[in-house]
């Protein structure tokens, strides 16, 4: 496979007339020789398309095509190098003189093996270090992915930014090979037929098309996951594959605010320098993490003693625990859970009632009845006595009550005798 294939055959989040350009480069009679390209890349080398520093902040140029790895087509075309900004990013990382990392992006985007894994790193430093997208140009497709990842986007008022998705081109090479009078023929084991789809039938393109598709969904779910939006937002609202300029693209959330680079610059430097790193327990921490860490310790201890009242009151609210104080206190002290500890007090209040009732004498109920009325006619017969009736007096003996008692029941039974 020569150069022109391999452009024309991989999959691309680029813009289409980018793609193009590459191949009409790639494509060209008159080569270069292999000492002119080394020179235009050792050039190039020095221009700033590499890591730099200013003050605080590690610059990361994101320009032209882009593509997995560094070689000399990715030189001749004015390409970046995936791999080549990867290095740059954890060297800025690494480098404890910088606080923050911009991203400057002016690309169309490019290949699209290489570009998740670059955007994935950008998106991971953001929790060590702020990062900051300024887009002048474009960051479309490729560029934008990278770009998005960010933990913000920031563009100049021409600026334009999208073209989510993913191209894949298949050279058609039959009319080629026949005026040249070249026939090809092409075995495919029987056991793989998904191998070599014929894109001359509906099932042959609906294979491409589906792998096209999968691709395209990953830079969309990627594009959700840094702006922090559904993937139907993502689908809906920026662009559609096609592209928004500056103001709207902030408007559409594709971005956050329309602004110049300087000021951009000077913002994401006074940023990192308030999340300087400093030293801690044998390890860096910033200063926005030490105080996230506090609030948290903080938060802790007021849910402990919230939860250690809301413990104490249960158990000590308990019925078992009024009757049992003593015992509810040094279940409270001891730590217990409050279902724990109301379990016990429950089981000390249930067999401090069974001794209670092995105590207590068994009452005959034939007894408590004679008792009763007894009493009740030792009140009635003191009343008349008191009253004088019947000549009684005031006899107030025991056994003399007992014989008025008796005299009255005798006195009633007779009667009733009479009646029936």
């Avoid at 200013?54 to 190098?81: C, E, Q, W, Y």
């Avoid at 606080?99 to 998106?123: H, Q, T, W, Y």
């Avoid at 689908?235 to 300029?245: H, L, M, Y």
């Avoid at 103001?247 to 951009?264: S, T």
Wanted: hydrophobic share 45%; net charge neutral.
């Amino acid at each position: 496979m020569n150069i022109v294939e391999a452009a024309i055959s991989a999959p691309w989040a680029m813009l289409p007339e980018r793609v193009e350009e590459l191949v009409a480069i790639a494509s060209r009679e008159n080569s270069t020789t292999p000492e002119a390209l080394e020179a235009y890349r050792s050039a190039r080398a020095d221009n700033g398309e590499r890591l730099k520093i200013r003050d605080n902040v590690a610059i990361l140029d994101v320009s032209g095509p882009l593509f997995k790895k560094a070689n000399l087509f990715v030189a001749f075309s004015g390409a970046t190098s995936y791999e080549i900004l990867r290095r740059d990013l954890q060297a800025a990382l690494d480098d404890k003189a910088v606080d923050a990392i911009m991203i400057n992006v002016d690309s169309p985007g490019g290949e699209a093996n290489g570009c998740d894994e670059l955007a994935a790193a950008i998106f991971a430093a953001r929790a060590k270090k702020p990062v900051t997208a300024y887009v002048s140009g474009m960051a479309a497709s490729g560029g934008y992915w990278i770009a998005s990842a960010a933990d913000k986007v920031v563009v100049s008022d021409l600026a334009v930014l999208g073209s989510i998705g993913v191209v894949l081109g298949i050279t058609d090479r039959k009319k080629a090979d026949e005026k040249n009078g070249i026939s090809r023929l092409e075995f495919v084991s029987s056991q793989s037929p998904g191998k070599r789809p014929n894109v001359e039938t509906d099932e042959g393109k609906a294979r491409i098309q589906k792998m096209v598709d999968d691709l395209a969904t990953v830079f969309v779910s990627a594009v959700s996951k840094h702006r922090n939006v559904t993937p139907d937002t993502v689908i809906k609202k920026f662009g559609g594959g096609g592209v928004e300029v500056g103001a709207n693209a902030v408007a559409l959330g594709m971005a956050d605010e329309v602004g110049q680079f300087e000021a951009a610059f000077a913002a994401l430097s006074t940023r990192g320098k308030n999340r300087r790193f400093q030293r801690s327990g044998g390890s860096f921490m910033s200063t926005t993490e030490t105080a996230d860490i506090a609030k948290i310790q903080a938060e802790a201890a007021a849910k402990a003693k919230s939860d250690e009242r809301t413990r104490i009151s249960a158990i000590t609210g308990t019925e078992a625990a009024k009757a049992h104080p003593k015992l509810a206190k040094l279940l409270v002290d001891a730590d217990l859970s409050s279902e724990t500890a109301i379990s016990f007090l429950n089981a000390a209040a249930e067999d401090t009632k069974a001794a209670v009732d092995a105590k207590t004498p068994a009452i005959d109920p034939a007894k408590a009845a004679a008792d009763e009325a007894a009493a009740k006619a030792k009140a009635f017969e003191k009343k008349k006595a008191e009253a004088g009736a019947l000549g009684l007096g005031t006899q107030d003996s025991t056994e003399a009550s007992a014989t008025v008692a008796a005299g009255w029941g005798k006195a009633v039974t007779n009667a009733n005798r009479r009646v029936n």
